[in-house]
């Protein structure tokens, strides 16, 4: 079993809708969370972090911890086209002030059309 | 451009030959990550640098794998004898490891960058 499920998707969404992501995880010791975003042949780029449980909210995007279920998301609100790409989870335990390695999802492939 | 930048960005090659990346981080960022992606996963850590010294390799990186930060600055990948199952996206992400806490108290997270990558392909 992987450290960091992730469904691949593809999911499929109208121009508009809410889009829900999801990971779950099985190593308590995470506590940094975060969200890229990777558009195809290109490297990941960081949408969202979140450390510890509790929500986040930046613009469109909201990112949600739950760490007792060991559960995260991202929400994107009035989903564009551009915002197809493909999300990668990540997350990384406590090393004290640092982040260290990043252990991601395999990625969940959104595409949102017009 | 400021980023992180990877060369070559492409690279075909024959198995069993030696192939090298070069990664440039962002200035003056003191950590560098090297990570490999295939085809519908995600990012899988290799190793990492902060500064010159590698503090950490993944069970990944066999000993065909090797990689380098001479002066602390850009660093290379080399995969000696390649085979086809190190075809792959290489990636490397770099951050600056923060000094303490930030102004609040909270702890202060470092943010990775990730270059363009290179796409490697084993024939």
């Not at chain 2, 024959?14 to 960022?29: A, L, M, W, Y």
């Not at chain 2, 850590?45 to 001479?70: C, G, H, M, V, W």
């Amino acid at each position: 079993q992987k450290e960091v499920e992730q469904d691949p998707g593809p999911l499929s969404v109208p121009e508009g809708a809410i889009v829900s992501l999801n990971c779950t995880y099985s190593n308590s010791a995470f506590q940094y969370f975060m969200w890229y975003r990777q558009y195809s042949r290109k490297g990941p780029e960081l949408l969202m972090y979140t450390y510890s449980s509790g929500n986040k909210e930046d613009g469109r995007f909201t990112a949600q911890v739950d760490k007792s279920s060991k559960y995260i998301s991202l929400f994107i609100r009035d989903s564009q086209p551009s915002d197809s790409a493909t999300y990668l989870c990540a997350m990384s335990d406590d090393r004290g002030s640092t982040l260290g390695r990043l252990y991601f999802g395999r990625g969940t492939q959104l595409t949102v059309w017009p | 451009d400021t980023g992180v930048s990877q060369n070559p960005r492409h690279k075909i090659t024959k198995r069993g030959q030696n192939v090298t990346f070069r990664c440039d981080p962002i200035s003056e960022h003191n950590r560098l990550y090297w990570y490999r992606q295939t085809l519908g996963q995600g990012p899988e850590f290799l190793t990492y640098f902060q500064n010159e010294a590698q503090l950490e390799k993944s069970r990944l990186l066999s000993d065909r794998f090797s990689a380098e930060r001479p002066k602390g600055s850009f660093s290379t990948l080399e995969i000696q004898r390649t085979e086809q199952g190190d075809s792959a996206m290489y990636l490397c992400a770099s951050s600056l490891r923060p000094r303490g806490r930030g102004g609040t108290g909270m702890i202060v997270a470092e943010t990775q960058y990730f270059g363009p990558g290179t796409r490697l392909l084993v024939l």
